[in-house]
């Protein structure tokens, strides 16, 4: 049976060594402040941005909220954007997702500033992530590279299979690993019409999986011994799921994420690290 991954106990961790970094910074008088640039009023964007003020506050970073209205145009948002890259009282800032339809999302990030970019989206940020020297970068992408590390494990020459190619987990987890030698697939909705997701999962050493859809991988897909790092996060009835069918995979894998539990804690630390990474950079 799979050793069931702790996310709670490794973002603890990082949590510590940010408390530090904190402590330094506060002895010069630098107080991180982050800015949560908001278009719209989106319920399940709400709790997530509560979620953000609760743990940044308890750790001693300021948090602020810029709520802006629905109907707000593109050359708006740039402008509020500009503002808070020009405020020095402001150390990161971090933009809630989704925005509006008409609102090219790319174009937003490629405004904010890389040195305050907190969710390293900018395409500066995701350009050190292929020299292999992120100062920040997408937070998931790096709960699950610091998972691993976490682990012990030597990547070099491992089978990995990544399944899902998004901008903010996919292409930046596939590159940190390949990084480390890792011989690297990502597979997507191509894979799978081709017919061909099975094969290249039951060959994973290290499997990936952050898609969005409840159980798309069967647990009997699982190489045996293999670490599988579940991303998704999906509502089924009154439960949370992952993207592996958690009960039959755990019975196979040899170390195995839980959802909730997993992967989500250590995305949290992530973000308060890049937080203070920003205002280090910024204040030094």
Known sequence: MGNIIDGKVIAEKIKEEVKKDLELLKSKGVVPKLVSVSVGENPASMVYINQQKKNCEKIGINYEILQLPENLGEKELCENIEK???NNDVTGII?????PKVIDTRKIQSKIAPEKDVEGVNPANMGWIVYGRPYVGPCTALAVKEIIEYLGVN???????MVGHSDIVGKPVAL????????TTICHIGTSDAGKLEEHVRNAEILIVAVGK????PGDWIKEGAIVIDVGINRVGDKIVGDVEFEKAKEKAGWITPVPGGVGPVTTAILLRNVVNCCKIIKS
């Open 214 to 217: 409840a159980n798309l991988i």
């Open 95 to 99: 933009l809630q997702l989704p925005l």
């Open 84 to 86: 808070l890259n020009n």
């Open 176 to 183: 940190l690993l390949v990084d480390k030698f890792a011989t």
């Open 155 to 161: 990547l070099y020459g491992k089978e990995v299979v």
